[in-house]
């Protein structure tokens, strides 16, 4: 893997959010089209949130330096069951005509565009309990490439009582999301935005059945911790997405021992059995090791997902701390003109 | 544009489409000018004022594979497979060869495999009494990112495997995420596209905000009266130049750069001035390198909705100025109908397919010219034509665009 790394990526804002609601975000109401789907409210809240938080929510619109990247897989059950049920039931006239955009997995994506003002580049991305990481991965990717300065991303999903049902786990599904402001350095430095968190590595595969699956992702973790200038060692936590039972929860298991041999394992933070399926175990983890990396308890966290459909992500977000201020310097002594 | 100088190439394509099950069936359906519109067969359209689809009528993937389909397996993800394993054997890619932790897949939808939840929606409302569907087994086989997954346990490929279901651009936001994967050195070949089944809930919505065409589909014609609902799967090889060079592969084109934006404006509506597309088309022109008066081809979106038509072909006015008089434009989607997800992959393969054979595919029933859509559509009849780039248009609910270049190899 030849990685290139153009520039930093930090975390600027975070918000996390619980409920889904139908109680509009605060400042938001501005051009909304039908009604809003409760995982986009409840993402909205989130990303209200996490702008204030980075001290963007001022700009109003954000314009099309920003992109948005929404972890969702399950968003549009209820939407799509609802229409269907209904034309099923009392024909085409008993659907809602603008029910149907909710049905489409990108409506939430779409919404947080259309609240915030954001013209950038505008993505979804469904990978079960790796979404969240992966929207944050695309993310960072877009600035990378320049398709963006800054991004909002994250993920979470609305509790649905249709997919509590149908989930093998106990407790509730959903109900929970956080979002998170993922900026490049120079528009986080030249805004004097303080990094809650840098972006430092982030990888993704697919694990085959029959395949190596655990020395694949040992590898591709490896890879990541290298290219990322990090050791193993200096890694204190692992923020895990993952189903806390079954033969992912073992793959991944497998992996950390692999990674992080020696008598100093980082502590492993499973994710809970009860609300947290899906696109709200990644989020969860996300803002688990941001809390952990604000305090601070921790300097380096990894976070994990490894999706039931074979996905495994990793994110590697690290304590901004004295690398910043070296990027910050740079980046201010470059605005200033001095190279 | 920060990065590496990597270039992607296409070596190989895929395509399940309403005009058959093969590349060559698909291209000379479309220079033939052939309709795949017909009474929807998958579900009951005795209700609604629409009744034409364009449905993959004789797709049967157990003949394709050989093997029964497997039960966790939907409709998407079989067209999926199937389209990706045309485009391997196009490439002429030995799977056992390369290193598969280096071969990633990135599709999108706008559906997945909502055919599945349609059979929840029938037992619920009592349509299916008696056949109890496990909720176990819709959880296991509906959410989006089972269709890559299938792709690459069916392959065995290892590398990063993405979905991203952008509705009807996600062709084209997985064509160009896979592209960044390439050039960010995550992957060294990447199966990108995008795969949808035809639905019975993408029908309905449709029909409910008076997008549906009655009968046929005639995209930038006066009395275009909307989409006509389809179904299939595309998937392009994306290969890395030096690596497609290095094992000796058939390089069709190169994707020379990518633009996506966001309109921030409508959920179902794309604003007015057609700003959002426009801005997608300059900068996927710029990530290439390329003027206006390069570009001598794009596959529209060319929906065949009213707003739409006129939107898109305001912003091709707005991107390319007075050089937009001379470019052949034309929708396919009055062939093959609207594909939603697999759409801008799908097209995306027309466009190199154009490239390579010297050929434009026409836009169909096409009879009135509307004077707000007043540029040239190649009416009716495919056009001999050489070209070097082509564009690949592809816009979505809630205003995401994109565009995506696809040029010769020089």
Not at chain 1, 15 to 38: F, I, M, N, Y
Not at chain 1, 311 to 325: D, Q
Not at chain 2, 119 to 137: K, L, M, S, T
């Amino acid at each position: 893997m030849t990685e290139s790394q153009p520039q930093q990526v930090y975390i600027t804002g975070m918000g996390v959010a619980g409920g889904g609601e139908q109680a509009s975000a605060p400042g938001t109401k501005r051009g909304l089209q039908g009604r809003l789907e409760p995982t986009a409210e409840l993402l909205a809240r989130c990303t209200a949130v996490a702008l204030a938080r980075a001290g963007l929510a001022a700009a109003g619109r954000l314009g099309p330096r920003f992109g948005v990247a929404a972890g969702v897989t399950l968003a549009a059950v209820d939407s799509i069951l609802e229409l269907d049920c209904a034309a099923l039931r009392f024909g085409l006239s008993g659907v809602r005509p603008l029910a149907f955009p909710n049905t489409v997995l990108n409506a939430t994506a779409g919404r947080l565009a259309i609240m915030f003002g954001i013209t950038g580049p505008n993505a979804t991305l469904a990978s079960a309990e790796g979404s969240a990481l992966d929207a944050m991965i695309y993310a960072r990717d877009m600035i990378w490439q320049g398709r963006a300065v800054g991004f909002v991303a994250g993920g979470g999903s609305a509790r649905s009582s249709r997919v509590e049902s149908a989930a093998a786990e106990e407790g509730t599904s959903g109900g929970l999301a956080a979002m998170f402001v993922l900026e490049g350095e120079k528009s986080a430095c030249l805004r004097g935005a303080v990094p809650l968190a840098e972006v430092a590595g982030a990888a993704m595969a697919f694990l085959p059945s029959g395949g190596k699956k655990a020395e694949i992702a040992g590898t591709l973790l490896e890879n990541l911790l290298r290219q990322a200038h990090v050791r193993a060692a200096d890694i204190s936590h692992v923020a895990s997405a993952t189903a806390p039972s079954g033969p992912q929860a073992e793959i991944e298991r497998e992996v950390i021992e692999r990674a992080f041999p020696g008598p100093f394992a980082p502590v492993l933070l499973r994710r809970n059995r009860g609300r947290e399926l899906f696109d709200t175990a990644g989020s969860l983890a996300a803002s688990r090791a941001l809390f952990l990396l604000a305090r601070p308890l921790a300097r380096n966290v990894l976070l994990s997902a490894f999706s039931s459909f074979g996905h495994a992500s990793f994110v590697l977000l690290c304590h901004p701390g004295a690398r910043r201020a070296r990027v910050y310097e740079r980046v201010a002594r470059a605005a200033a003109g001095g190279e | 544009m920060a990065g590496s100088k990597k270039r992607v190439v296409i070596t190989g394509m895929g395509v399940v489409s309403p005009l058959g099950g093969s590349l060559g069936e698909f291209w000379r359906g479309l220079v033939e000018g052939k309709s795949a519109a017909s009474a929807i067969e998958s579900f009951d359209t005795a209700s609604y004022r629409a009744k034409n689809g364009c449905e993959v009528k004789d797709f049967d993937f157990a003949r394709l594979a050989g093997c029964p389909v497997p039960p966790n397996m939907g409709r998407a993800s079989q067209m999926a497979v199937a389209a990706a394993g045309l485009a391997l054997a196009d490439a002429a890619l030995p799977l056992e060869e390369v290193d598969r932790t280096r071969v990633g897949v990135s599709l999108g939808t706008t559906c997945g495999e909502i055919q599945v939840l349609e059979r929840v929606a029938d037992n619920e409302v009592g349509h299916q009494a008696g056949c109890e569907i496990d909720p176990c087994w819709w959880l296991s086989v509906y959410p989006a990112c089972s269709i890559p997954a299938s792709v690459a346990h069916w392959f065995g490929l290892c590398g990063p495997n993405v979905m991203i279901p952008n509705a009807c651009a996600a062709g084209n936001y997985s064509i160009a995420y896979a592209c960044d994967l390439i050039k960010l050195g995550r992957a060294d070949i990447m199966l990108a596209g995008g795969a949808d089944p035809i639905s019975r809930v993408a029908f309905t919505g449709f029909a409910r905000l008076g997008s549906l065409a009655p009968e046929r589909c005639q995209p930038f014609d006066k009395n275009r009266r909307g989409i006509m609902i389809g179904e299939g799967a595309g998937v392009l090889v994306l290969e890395e130049l030096r690596h497609a060079r290095a094992r000796g592969a058939r390089i069709y084109a190169e994707i020379g750069g990518c633009g996506v934006t966001g309109d921030g404006y409508h959920m179902t509506a794309p604003r007015g001035d057609g700003e959002g597309i426009a801005r997608a088309m300059e900068l996927a022109l710029r990530e290439a390198g390329l003027a206006p008066r390069d570009v001598d081809y794009i596959n529209a979106h060319g929906t065949g909705t009213v707003v739409n038509d006129k939107v898109e072909t305001l912003a091709i006015k707005k991107t390319f100025g007075r050089w937009a008089q001379d470019l052949a434009i034309s929708s396919t989607k009055s062939m093959i109908g609207h594909t939603l997800g697999a759409a801008s992959a799908i097209e995306a393969a027309a466009c190199t397919l154009a490239i390579v054979n010297r050929e434009l595919p026409p836009t169909i029933n096409y009879e009135t010219p509307d004077p707000f859509c007043d540029l040239d559509y190649v009416p009716n009849v495919s056009r001999r034509r050489d070209i070097d780039v082509a564009l690949n248009n592809a816009v979505a609910f809630a205003g995401a665009n994109s565009c995506v270049v696809i040029e010769r190899v020089q």
